[in-house]
């Protein structure tokens, strides 16, 4: 213990206030044998001198009473008298006495009574005088100083117990005149008490303090002691609750909370935090139950064996995943992880860790796996568009030369064709049939690679805003169907704004009609009975336009419907097959879709779905 | 000139000579002077196009409805021709080797040459076509009707001209 700091901090503890009333006890005890030894010493030495002094005394008074017995037999009046004998006997007693164990015997006649000595001190004769007045007076002892020396005196009554001694002294003092049994004086006899009284001093002093010392010396060692240990553990206990103190804030403020469970894995203990509390994880009805009590849902049965098997094995565990409603009844995903406990001998005390809400975590991995889905299919979406553009491009440019080149004989027959069917005019020759063939045949061949390069025309298509109806209306008078066919509008979308490229959908329609014509005039003449009726219906809802195209015609084979669409592929004998695809084309282009049903004897509808304005897919490809 | 021989062989000498009417025997006073009136060259047009099937084939047919034909197989030689100055009207094919249409019809304007010119060519989608093509007389896609350049050039009311030999 080192430090005035530290005294102070001792002697406020518990065991400091402690060791201050022990030292108090320890005065008290002390005080009390010491005075007891004092009391014993001081009695043992009173009495023994006390014996002494009565041992003398009564020699001295057998000496003088058997010296007055023989005075008075024998008449020696010439004698000294008795009490002369007395005063010599003490004289000689009083020498015979070594100087360490003196006693100073004394005797002294009664104040105003002329006998003997005189008193030598106020003491003396104060108790002579006392002596005096008592009816049956007692010896009395004590202490004090005389001359500057402490002493032991007792002084005992003298009284005139002879008839002799009475005689002599009437004899001698006629005028003080005297009776048997009457108080002559008293015998006072002191024993010299410094150097017994310094000693006993100092004895007591010694037992006192080494008493006090020794006393306190093991008492503090027992408080200092005691005060450590009780410092000990009262940091011990700071330590725990700060710990206490700091994992409780800890869990209050994580979004993580922790758990326990017992030997048994019990739930033992649940920490509270905002997140624990909202997912009822801290209600007590769970405490003391197993983890499949509670834990219902959100995982499967092979999760569910492994994780069994990991706490089986006493293993830590990571991951384990379950579901479970909060207090709002909402849906929450949890994470467990943890690791057992065991004892300092090793025993297996139970799991804690930790659980965490990872519900938002769930909802981004489940966000990112669906927007890198759409991400894929979209980029899968734009990569087969650039590779069918990169295609038909490859194609365009082929089809262009050759078309460029076919293009230039072509003309030199028509040129040529021309300038026979006048000169047969004008001789009046009959090619009219012939050449017409001709001209037919290169009008065939002209369409055809007007198809073909309008299907193979790859170029981005150019938005303009138009009304629909009424864009479509122009349109339609524009084309020449033949006289048998009924051509009926239903239009719906009036004032309908879309954004297309007029020219490249003026195209769909061309080819969308002239097929409706040619299946309607196919029909015509056969048993069909029905009239041959194109019907062109609009309508609008939800952003998107829909042009539809009805006929009444024969209908499409089921077998032939799929392929429709596939350059190419024509059923009739003069068709180039590109009508349809170069329709969806154009339609997927602007972002649509194009869809056709048809029923065997029924006819045929062809459905055309536009945006209204340019859609993303678009724009980003 | 007057012949017994077929038509075809008519045909072709008469384009092969610069013939300028043809008379089909027998014919009549009416016939004869509907001939000469036909005769009177209406104007000198040049064909300017690098395939020759396609200009001997045109050739003929502008020849019988009255109009002087010179032709250049090249941007370069259609330039030299209509640096003389005697050529009233231009049937321009868009796409020749080296020099094309386009560079043709561009230098005349350079040059402040330009003569009334119906523009050419087998592909109606082509981007500088479309650009130059207001500029011009007219476009003719390839294979075009001979009845509509027929139209297009008599709507131009060339100068009749002397004849150019």
Same mark, same amino acid.
């Given at each position: 213990m080192g430090g005035a700091r530290e005294v102070k901090l001792f002697l406020r503890s518990r065991a400091g206030s402690a060791f201050l009333r022990f030292m108090l006890v320890c005065g008290l005890l002390s005080a009390g044998v010491t005075y007891g030894f004092y009391r014993l010493s001081l009695t043992s030495f009173t009495a023994n001198k006390g014996e002494e002094k009565i041992t003398a005394l009564q020699l001295v008074e057998a000496f003088v009473a058997n010296y007055s017995n023989l005075r008075s037999e024998l008449g020696a009046d010439k004698a000294p008298v008795p009490a002369s004998f007395r005063a010599h006997s003490i004289e000689l007693f009083n020498k015979a006495r070594d100087a360490d164990n003196v006693l100073r015997l004394r005797w002294v006649g009664r104040p105003g009574h002329f006998i003997g000595t005189p008193p030598t001190d106020a003491a003396m004769a104060d108790a002579i005088e006392a002596f005096s007045v008592e009816a049956d007076p007692r010896p009395r002892a004590g202490f004090l100083t005389v001359g500057g020396q402490q002493v032991f005196r007792t002084i005992y009554p003298s009284f005139a117990s002879q008839q002799s001694c009475v005689d002599c002294h009437n004899k001698l003092q006629p005028e003080e005149h005297w009776q048997l049994a009457e108080l002559m004086g008293a015998f006072s006899i002191d024993a010299p008490a410094g150097p017994f009284l310094h000693s006993l001093y100092l004895q007591c002093l010694g037992i006192g303090l080494g008493l006090f010392a020794a006393m306190g010396g093991i008492g503090l060692a027992i408080s200092v002691l005691h005060y450590r240990q009780l410092a000990e553990r009262e940091a011990a206990q700071g330590r725990l609750k700060e710990s206490e103190t700091r994992f409780r804030d800890f869990a209050e403020v994580s979004s993580d909370w922790f758990w326990e469970q017992d030997a048994n894995l019990h739930i033992s203990f649940v920490s509270e935090n905002e997140v624990s509390r909202n997912l009822q994880a801290t209600n007590a009805s769970q405490l003391g139950k197993t983890r499949w009590e509670i834990v219902t849902r959100g995982f499967t049965e092979e999760q569910r064996r492994v994780h069994q098997a990991d706490l089986d094995a006493r293993r830590p565990f990571q991951r384990f995943r379950f579901q479970r409603d909060n207090a709002d009844g909402q849906l929450r995903h949890v994470e467990l992880n943890g690791k057992p406990v065991f004892d300092s001998a090793g025993r297996f005390k139970g799991y804690r860790g930790t659980a965490r809400d990872i519900t938002a975590e769930i909802a981004n991995e489940i966000e990112l796996g669906r927007r890198v889905e759409e991400r894929t299919a979209e980029l899968r979406l734009i990569q087969g568009e650039l590779l069918r553009k990169e295609r038909l491009s490859t194609l365009g440019q082929f089809t262009a030369t050759v078309a460029h080149e076919l293009r230039n004989p072509l003309s030199a027959i028509r040129n040529t064709v021309f300038s026979i069917a006048e000169t047969a005019a004008a001789r009046g020759l009959k090619l009219d049939r012939p050449l017409a063939r001709l001209e037919r045949s290169i009008e065939r061949c002209d369409r055809l690679i007007a198809d073909l390069l309008e299907y193979t025309r790859v170029r981005e298509i150019q938005r303009v805003l138009l009304p629909l109806d009424e864009w479509l209306g122009e349109v339609l008078d524009e084309q020449k169907l033949p006289e048998s066919v009924t051509l009926k509008r239903d239009f719906a979308a009036p004032s309908v704004q879309v954004s297309l490229d007029p020219e490249r959908l003026r195209r769909v329609v061309i080819n969308l009609v002239d097929n409706a014509s040619q299946a309607l005039t196919? !029909?015509?003449?056969? +048993? #069909?009975?029905?009239?041959?009726?194109?019907? !062109?219906?609009? #309508?609008?809802?939800? %952003?998107? @336009?829909?042009?539809?195209?009805?006929?009444?015609?024969?209908?499409?084979?089921?077998? @032939?419907?799929?392929? !429709?669409?596939?350059?190419?592929? #024509?059923?009739? #004998?003069?068709?180039? %097959?590109?009508?349809?695809?170069? @329709?969806?084309?154009? @339609? =997927?282009? $602007?972002?649509?879709?194009?869809?056709? +049903? /048809? =029923?065997? %004897? $029924? %006819?045929? /509808?062809?459905?055309?779905? &536009?945006?209204?304005?340019?859609?993303?897919?678009? &724009?980003?490809? | 000139m007057m012949t017994g021989y077929s038509v075809e062989q008519l045909v072709a000498q008469a384009v092969d000579n610069g013939a300028l009417g043809i008379l089909r025997k027998p014919f009549n006073a009416a016939d004869l002077l509907t001939a000469v009136d036909n005769v009177k060259p209406r104007g000198i047009v040049l064909i300017a196009d690098d395939d020759p099937l396609f200009t001997e084939s045109i050739m003929p047919v502008l020849a019988a409805h009255g109009y002087h034909v010179e032709t250049a197989g090249t941007g370069e030689e259609a330039l030299q021709k209509l640096s003389s100055g005697e050529i009233d009207c231009l049937l321009l094919d868009v796409r020749m080797p080296v020099l094309s249409g386009i560079e043709v019809y561009q230098r005349l304007r350079e040059a402040g040459r330009l003569v009334p010119t119906i523009l050419v060519t087998g592909h109606a989608s082509d981007e500088e076509t479309r650009k130059l093509c207001p500029m011009t007389q007219g476009l003719l896609i390839k294979p075009f009707d001979p009845a509509a350049l027929l139209r297009a050039v008599g709507e131009l009311s060339l100068p009749a001209h002397r004849h150019p030999r």
């Open positions: 196919e !029909v015509q003449g056969a +048993a #069909s009975g029905r009239e041959p009726v194109l019907t !062109v219906i609009t #309508s609008a809802a939800g %952003g998107m @336009v829909r042009l539809r195209f009805d006929d009444t015609g024969p209908g499409i084979a089921p077998d @032939v419907l799929p392929k !429709v669409f596939d350059p190419l592929f #024509s059923t009739r #004998s003069f068709g180039t %097959g590109l009508g349809l695809p170069t @329709v969806r084309q154009i @339609v =997927e282009q $602007h972002g649509g879709a194009i869809e056709i +049903a /048809s =029923e065997v %004897g $029924h %006819g045929t /509808s062809v459905l055309v779905t &536009l945006p209204l304005v340019a859609t993303l897919t678009e &724009l980003t490809a | -």
